[in-house]
């Protein structure tokens, strides 16, 4: 498994949607978040938060898409639905429309876990999502472009 590494603006820039009409942008840098807040715990504290707060907007309004971040120069685009035999399942899907680029992993895919009675939705941490969401880029993303440019 893949270490989580404390993110410093060199290696990206992350944007959350806080709600349905405003972007907040959130640069691991200190004082771009809040001034109070110094510690990067608290920061990724309030970024789970803000997670959090954006799939529970994907779980108000199922089966309609919403952008919920910006990773690397990609949307991340998520839709909640509700399926008769897997009950809930998220999908997320990474959208770069300058390199025409759309990717649906099914690595970003959740789905109610009825044996072990948890959900799709406390499935969803910010720490595991941003490390699948590293693992399609450093592979799918890569390939797609290669494939793309040697046609």
């Known amino acids: 498994m893949q270490e989580f590494k404390i993110a410093t603006k060199e290696d990206y820039e992350a944007r959350l949607h806080g709600d349905l009409q405003k972007i907040t942008e959130l640069e691991f840098v200190k004082n771009i978040i809040k001034p109070e807040i110094d510690n990067i715990e608290a920061k990724q504290d309030q970024m789970a938060d803000m997670l959090l707060g954006n799939i529970n907007l994907l779980f108000a309004a199922k089966d309609t898409p919403r952008e919920i971040m910006e990773y690397k120069g990609f949307k991340v ?74 046609h």
């Open 77 to 150: 685009v998520g839709m909640a639905t509700k399926t008769a035999f897997d009950g809930n399942v998220v999908f997320f899907k990474l959208v770069n429309q300058e390199h025409k680029i759309e990717l649906e992993p099914r690595s970003l895919e959740y789905h109610d876990d009825k044996l072990r009675g948890v959900s799709a939705r406390e499935q969803i941490s910010l720490k595991g999502f941003i490390t699948r969401i590293n693992n399609v880029l450093s592979n799918e993303a890569l390939q797609k472009k290669v494939r793309e440019k040697c």
